[in-house]
């Protein structure tokens, strides 16, 4: 029950679904202080509004872990129910909001901090140009922009790392592009190519973070040659390993759209590409009844790819 030193009181007459919301928001949150907060209600006055569901079910809904909620059973079974409910009416408003059928039409755009802004930029340029659609563009982590997804705050959200669905979160991954990575650097003297893996040896490196797909790849491919590289730096934001690409002299491992301004004005040369190793970029949605049009539009570009992740068999 939502305090152990109390009894659930006998079930009321009819559901409250004020109630329900009250209950569905911290579910959400997993903590009281946080939901009253974003309620804009009494924390105590919110503790009594599930106190009164928990009686009117006559069942508990939460345990204490420390100062955490956890779900019971029960409570896991009311909240599917309760994102059907609320999940749907969120998405009722993020429709309107849209401008389905009206002059103005809106898209809400997610970006994960790490994804490079050029590819951002050359993706959304086609809607950019037209008068009739305003666009917002958030930027966080995947987990943050994803719970914004879940709640309907947001159309799509773009990542360089899938996501895979489950009951709670039926989320709709699309592979929408792949791209080679490459060795960029400063132009080099004279005309020779750059060969690998012969002309690593001796170079300093600028690389992803070691929490990126793509420097998972690089550190295997380098294993499997038996290079040691010297790292000059390892950056987790592409905007930032941009700028030491730029700066730095040192080459840099990175997708090629990331730097295709400075390849463009001769300040950066790309040296080759690196086989096998890739950045995939996904688009990520939640089931809706009505999608955005807008949206539909956008990843039914002729270079996307759907590739739809499904959770691994276990083995």
């Known amino acids: 029950m939502f305090y152990k030193n109390e009894r659930i009181r006998p079930p009321v007459k009819q559901l409250n679904f004020r109630h329900l919301l009250y209950f569905w928001h911290v579910a959400k949150s997993g903590h009281l202080t946080r939901a009253a907060r974003d309620l804009r209600v009494s924390q105590s006055a919110l503790s009594a509004q599930i106190r009164h569901l928990e009686g009117y079910f006559g069942k508990a809904l939460f345990d204490r872990v420390g100062r955490r909620l956890t779900l019971t059973d029960f409570g896991e079974t009311v909240l599917g129910y309760a994102d059907g409910i609320f999940g749907l009416g969120q998405e009722l408003v993020a429709t309107v909001r849209g ?15 790490t994804l490079s802004r050029n590819f951002v930029d050359n993706l959304l340029r086609p809607i950019l140009v037209e008068p009739r659609i305003r666009l917002s563009l958030e930027s966080g982590t995947l987990e943050e922009l994803l719970g914004r997804l879940q709640v309907h705050n947001l159309d799509v959200v773009f990542s360089n790392r899938p996501v895979v669905a489950d009951s709670g979160r039926p989320w709709r991954c699309v592979r929408i592009d ?8 400063p132009p080099r003297p004279g005309t020779a190519r750059f060969r690998l893996p012969v002309d690593v040896a001796g170079q300093r490196f600028v690389v992803p973070g070691p929490s990126s797909d793509i420097r998972s790849q690089f550190d295997a491919w380098c294993e499997k040659r038996k290079l040691r590289i010297e790292v000059a730096a390892e950056v987790d934001d592409m905007a930032m390993l941009r700028l030491l690409a730029r700066d730095s002299g040192a080459i840099t491992v990175l997708p090629e759209v990331v730097v295709q301004d400075e390849l463009r004005d001769g ?30 539009r956008l990843l039914g570009h002729p270079a996307a790819a759907e590739s739809p992740v499904r959770r691994p068999e276990a083995r």
């Open 99 to 113: 401008g389905m059928g009206q002059r103005v039409q809106q898209l809400r755009v997610g970006a994960v901090a």
């Open 267 to 296: 300040r950066l040369y790309r040296y080759c590409s690196i086989p096998g190793v890739f950045e995939n970029f996904y688009a990520i949605t939640a089931q809706r009844r009505h999608p955005s049009p807008i949206l539909q």
């Open 178 to 185: 792949r791209q080679s990575v490459c060795l960029v650097g």
